[in-house]
C-alpha cells in the first residue's frame, strides 16, 4: 500500500511544503507498509532506516532492533533502488516479521528515502539509523527514555556513535577525521548547539515540526557516490532557528561500521571536498552570503595548505583542508 502523499518541491526558491498532507510520498514507490494505520497504539517513536545495497549491514541492524521490540516503536525500512538481490534480501529478512514496515522506492538518494519514511512514519519522534549502524541492545529503552525526559521545547537530539571498524582501530586518527566519519563519542547530556553532533546515524527528531517544513531538503544528501551531507544538520539548524532546542545525549548507542576506503587519504580529501560544499548550501539555504573577505581567504588559503601538507604523513590534515576550501568555492560559483 502507499505510505503517503506527494511532497512538491520548489527548488527555484529552496522551500518546500507538502501538498495536500502532512504525510510524504513518491509516486513511483512500491510500498509493502505492514500494521493498520488507524488500529496502531500511539507511539512514542518511529525508527526510519534507509538502505542501498548492503544487504549484510541492513541484516546486523534489524537483528538489533528486533531483539528490543517495543510497543512504544515502530520500526521502518525504506530501500531506496538497490539491486534486485540486494532488494529481495531485505523482503526475505522483514517476511517473518509483520511489525517491520517496508517501503520500496525507486528514485534513489536519502533525501528522498527519509522524506518517504518519513510520510511512513506515526510516531511522535523520528528516530534516524544509517543501514550500516547497529545500535546497541538497550538503545531501544535508552532512546525511549530520553524522549519521556526531555523538556517539551527540544526538537532536535544528537546521540553518540562509536567507530565499528575494519580491523584494529587506525592509530594517529586525527579528530577532524573522526568527525568525517561521523561519529560522536562526547560524554554528556544536554543543550548542544555544535552541528557536527547530529548525524543521521543515530539522531532523533519531532516528527511534527519536522513535516510543518516539509521534512528533508532535497538541497542535501547522498546519491550514488557524491557525499554531498547536510540532509541531517539543515533540519536541526531550522528548528534551532524557529526556536527548538538542540540537545544531545550519549545514552542511545549505536556503533557505525566503517569501511577500509574510508580510511584512505583520497576518501578524506573527496569527503573534505562535500563538507565545503555543504556548509556553503547550508549557509547559502539560511540567507548567509560569501563575503569578498572570505572568498579571498579561501582562494589564499589552498595553496598554503597545499604546500603544508607536504611535510604531513598519512593522516594529515592540511591537504583535506583545502579540498574544503575549493568545496565551498565550487558551492558559490554554481550558486547553490
Given at each position: ?13 529552496h522551500h518546500w ?266 549557509d547559502f539555504v ?51
Amino acid at each position: 500500500m502507499s505510505c503517503g502523499a506527494d511532497m512538491q518541491h520548489h527548488d527555484d526558491s529552496h522551500h518546500w511544503q507538502p501538498t495536500g498532507s502532512a504525510m510524504i510520498g513518491v509516486p513511483d514507490a512500491a510500498s509493502s507498509g505492514r500494521n493498520d494505520v488507524a488500529a496502531a497504539p500511539r507511539l512514542a517513536m518511529s525508527v526510519v532506516i534507509c538502505t542501498h545495497n548492503r544487504p549484510d549491514d541492513i541484516g546486523a541492524c534489524l537483528s538489533s532492533l528486533l531483539a528490543q521490540r517495543n510497543p512504544a516503536m515502530e520500526i521502518i525500512v525504506v530501500d531506496s533502488a538497490s539491486q534486485p538481490a540486494a532488494r529481495q534480501h531485505l523482503l526475505d529478512l522483514a517476511a517473518p516479521h509483520p511489525d517491520i514496515r517496508v517501503a520500496l522506492v525507486n528514485i534513489p538518494g536519502v533525501v528522498h528515502a527519509r522524506n518517504h519514511g518519513l510520510g511512513c512514519a506515526r510516531g511522535e519522534w523520528i528516530a534516524l539509523l544509517d543501514d550500516d549502524a547497529t545500535p546497541d541492545p538497550d538503545w531501544g529503552a535508552e532512546a525511549l527514555a530520553l524522549l519521556k525526559r526531555l523538556p517539551k521545547d527540544v526538537g532536535v537530539v544528537g546521540a553518540y556513535t562509536y567507530p565499528l571498524w575494519p580491523a584494529s582501530p587506525p592509530p594517529g586518527l586525527p579528530r577532524l577525521w573522526l568527525k568525517m566519519l561521523s561519529l560522536i563519542d562526547d560524554e554528556f547530556e544536554g543543550d548542544c548547539i555544535e552541528a557536527s553532533r547530529f548525524v543521521g546515524a543515530n539522531m532523533f527528531l519531532r516528527r511534527k515540526p519536522l513535516v510543518e517544513n516539509g521534512g528533508f531538503s532535497p538541497m542535501f544528501g547522498r546519491v550514488g557516490d557524491m557525499l554531498l551531507s547536510g540532509d541531517d544538520v539543515f533540519p536541526a539548524e531550522l528548528l534551532a532557528r524557529q526556536g527548538w532546542r538542540t540537545w544531545y545525549s550519549n545514552r542511545p548507542r549505536a556503533g557505525h561500521r566503517i569501511p577500509a576506503a574510508r580510511l584512505e587519504p583520497s576518501w578524506f580529501r573527496r569527503r573534505m571536498y562535500w563538507e565545503g560544499v555543504t556548509r556553503r548550501r547550508l549557509d547559502f539555504v539560511s540567507g548567509g552570503v560569501l563575503s569578498p573577505v572570505a572568498i579571498v581567504q579561501s582562494l589564499l588559503s589552498i595553496p598554503a595548505l597545499a604546500l603544508l601538507s607536504l611535510g604531513e604523513g598519512r593522516y594529515g590534515t592540511r591537504l583535506a583542508r583545502a579540498y574544503w576550501h575549493l568545496g565551498v568555492l565550487r558551492a558559490m560559483w554554481r550558486r547553490t
